[in-house]
């Protein structure tokens, strides 16, 4: 049972446009999500999180929107640039369990 | 230097062949975590640790043991490894002191093939 999902495997968005990212999950219970990036051949690296107390939140081009009537987040990257060719996982937690439960990923990918 | 280092990066063994991964970190982080990461399924947790004593299972733990020899080191043993466990596996620490507890750091990771 997949309990948080990204239903996109790949995106493809122009350089300088905005790309976003969504994920779903299942579990009501889960109450701080974040995203992490992921280039081949390396380990995958913090970006950005929310706690279930907030909708919104920003750093610099990186904004996550959560939706927690739809158990719906996205990540908007405004605006994208080649540099964010990379796997996107979301993530999420619950209680402070400090155990998270990954997505599938989404490769997006930037064209010049 | 890495925070969080990995080794070997790449292994290819055998059916069967006892198989372990070590993981050692220098951020000074209590939790320890394995993940290991397949196409199309993300990361899955294998094990994790909270301390020196602390030992759980995670989703996938069959077929895994773990060791966690001093704050710093966490390995990973396949007792005897088989070729459904031919993936990429991951260590990653966390800091039960830190403002955001559930902040994992990853490292670079370990391409394992079992023929």
């Known amino acids: 049972d997949q309990q948080v999902k990204q239903n996109s495997p790949s995106l493809s968005v122009q350089e300088g446009r905005i790309s976003i990212l969504n994920c779903d999950y299942t579990?009501?219970?889960?109450?701080?999500f974040l995203w992490y990036k992921k280039y081949p051949a390396e380990g995958p690296t913090f970006l950005i999180s929310?706690?279930?107390?907030?909708d919104k939140n920003e750093d610099g081009r990186f904004t996550v929107f959560l939706n927690k009537s739809a158990k719906h987040l996205s990540l908007h990257i405004v605006p994208s640039q080649p540099g964010d060719s990379a796997v996107y996982f979301c993530?999420?937690?619950?209680?402070?369990?400090?155990?998270?439960?990954f997505g599938q990923g989404t490769r997006l990918t930037i064209n010049p | 230097d890495a925070d969080v280092t990995q080794t070997p990066r790449n292994r290819i063994t055998k059916t069967g062949k006892r198989i372990m991964l070590e993981c050692s970190q220098t951020k000074g982080h209590d939790r320890m975590y394995w993940y290991r990461q397949d196409p199309g399924l993300g990361l899955r947790l294998i094990y994790y640790?909270?301390?020196?004593?602390?030992?759980n299972k995670g989703e996938i733990s069959d077929g895994y043991s773990v060791s966690r020899q001093a704050q710093a080191k966490f390995s990973l043993s396949l007792e005897s490894a088989i070729p459904n466990q031919t993936a990429l596996y991951f260590c990653?620490?966390?800091?039960?002191?830190?403002?955001?507890?559930?902040?994992?750091?990853f490292g670079p990771g370990t391409r394992l093939t079992v023929l």
């Open positions: 929310i706690s279930s107390i907030k």
């Open positions: 990653a620490t966390s800091d039960q002191l830190a403002e955001s507890t559930d902040t994992q750091y």
């Open positions: 579990n009501s219970m889960f109450d701080y």
């Open positions: 993530a999420a937690s619950w209680g402070g369990a400090q155990k998270l439960v």
């Open positions: 640790s909270f301390d020196v004593k602390d030992i």
